[in-house]
């Protein structure tokens, strides 16, 4: 029990990083720690088997920030290949069911994003007789037709929200592995689009401001999805932003104009990540004259909502 709420009462949060990845999952759950600090929260860190456990107290430490309870699971990458015909870990979310056996929902997020709010607001979102809750991709555009779905219904898997009670009883991973070998083919991105196959119909669309992806800062929202007034708003207020495509913080040589990208380095100098991604962040921040003020808000650029004011009319 955690500030008295029964374990099986917690916020249940999924993630999944390699080696590679640690740093920017401890640099996510950092901002989730600032936002939620009420305890009342369970990690479930998916890595790959035989990873070294100090990498893994990596995570552990971030409880000095706010309390969690942690579980560490690992994934023998070779086995989960043999099943289902990859190994990358982005697949590995399509065990979520079977991996978290005892967990009845369940928040997913990717290891690229940073949380603006507390996710208590996310989690106790209902998603009714839906199995998943998501946000909407304009991806769609591209893909839906070959997946055969509405473009409208399209969603980001970077967050999704989930019901393994019933994704369990209906054998859900079953029904994904033999989609995957029927429909491989109509597959362009990964297990995004194999969820979407199997599950669109099944999904409630989240508001905007849960997902933010790269795209919709350059993009009017796909008719049907979102609103411009909804997207406006999700821009002014951000819950979670998804740094998405090639325009990561923390690629060196690529010039930072992300909106959240002082925000990301903020958040990387309060985590316990390690110094050499700290240092490559003063380097970034001198060399190529990008200014970062951690201890100040980010003001929303206003010259982008004018411009859907301007779209939109």
């Keep these: 029990m955690r500030h008295g709420i029964p374990m099986d009462m917690n916020i249940q ?34 890595h790959p088997l035989g990873m070294q456990e100090e990498k893994l107290e990596k995570i552990r430490q971030l409880q000095k920030i706010a309390p969690f309870d942690f579980n560490a699971i690992p994934v023998d990458p070779g086995q ?3 099943k289902w015909g990859v190994s990358k870990p982005t697949w590995w979310r399509c065990e979520l069911p079977s991996l978290c056996p005892q967990v009845r929902k369940m928040l997913y997020l990717d ?16 998603l009714g007789e839906a199995v998943i809750g998501a946000v909407g991709d304009r991806l769609g555009l ?16 970077g967050m999704l929200l989930m019901d393994l009670e019933t994704l369990r009883k209906e054998n859900a991973e079953d029904t994904m592995r ?3 070998k029927r429909r491989g083919d109509d597959i362009h991105y990964a297990d995004q689009d194999l969820l979407n196959i199997c599950f669109w119909e099944r999904t409630r669309m989240l508001g905007q401001r849960w ?6 800062y350059r993009n009017l929202p796909v008719t049907g999805m979102y609103s411009v007034e909804e997207v406006k708003e999700a821009l002014a207020s951000p819950g979670i932003v998804h740094f998405t495509g090639h325009h990561k913080p923390w690629l060196f040589w690529k010039t930072v104009h992300h909106p959240y990208a002082e925000r990301f380095w903020h958040y ?15 380097l970034k921040q001198h060399l190529m004259n990008i200014w970062v003020a951690p201890k100040h808000s980010l003001p929303w650029d206003r010259s982008i909502l004018k411009q859907f004011e301007d779209d939109g009319k």
């Design 13 to 46: 949060l999924a993630m999944i990083s390699d080696a590679n990845y640690l740093d920017f999952a401890a640099i996510t759950l950092t901002s989730i720690l600032y936002h939620h600090r009420g305890g009342g929260l369970t990690v479930h860190m998916i």
């Design 80 to 82: 989960f290949e043999r």
């Design 111 to 126: 290891c690229d994003m940073i949380v603006l709010d507390d996710i208590e607001k996310l989690w106790s979102e209902a």
């Design 142 to 157: 591209k893909v839906a037709a070959t997946l055969k779905m509405p473009v409208e219904q399209y969603f980001n898997a």
């Design 178 to 180: 033999e989609t995957l």
């Design 211 to 216: 997902n933010i992806i790269n795209s919709v």
């Design 268 to 282: 990387t100098l309060l985590s316990n990540c390690s110094s050499g991604l700290k240092v490559k962040m003063f």
